[in-house]
């Protein structure tokens, strides 16, 4: 079992950053792949980067590559979503998530994840 707290949400112009952070509770952190999803109203939940339970791999959707940065830190149970260059578009409820053993095809898959945090809302106006 594994909880996860999101927090770092906030309202941010655009052109700006954010760093989000989510802990996790439980032992074996370590084992765990992390994804970050966002959610918009009205739309569906869409996937923005995900990380290896190792952090050697990296996964990003293409409308946030080279703008967010997935890492955690495996002494901390924390992983991060560093977010540059913000944009009105950007704006959604964020959620962290985790699972074991997940391939790396099914890294951008929400259904994949079987625990979900309780998001932090991002608002980047402009």
């Known amino acids: 079992q594994v909880q996860l707290v999101e927090s770092g949400g906030g309202l941010v112009q655009a052109g700006g950053s954010l760093r989000l952070s989510c802990a996790a509770s439980?032992?074996?952190?370590?084992?765990?792949?992390m994804g970050w999803f966002r959610q918009a109203p009205g739309k569906e939940r869409e996937f923005v980067a995900a990380?290896?339970?190792?952090?050697?791999?990296?996964y990003y959707a293409d409308s946030v590559k080279g703008r967010f940065t997935i890492s955690r830190d495996n002494a901390k149970n924390t992983v991060y979503l560093q977010m540059n260059s913000l944009k009105p578009e950007d704006t959604a409820v964020y959620y962290c998530?985790?699972?074991?053993?997940?391939?790396?095809?099914?890294?951008?898959?929400?259904?994949?994840?079987?625990?979900w945090g309780q998001g932090t809302q991002v608002t980047v106006s402009s």
């Open positions: 998530a985790a699972d074991l053993a997940l391939a790396a095809q099914a890294m951008g898959v929400p259904v994949e994840y079987d625990y």
């Open positions: 439980g032992r074996t952190f370590s084992s765990y792949a």
């Open positions: 990380i290896s339970w190792s952090g050697g791999s990296t």
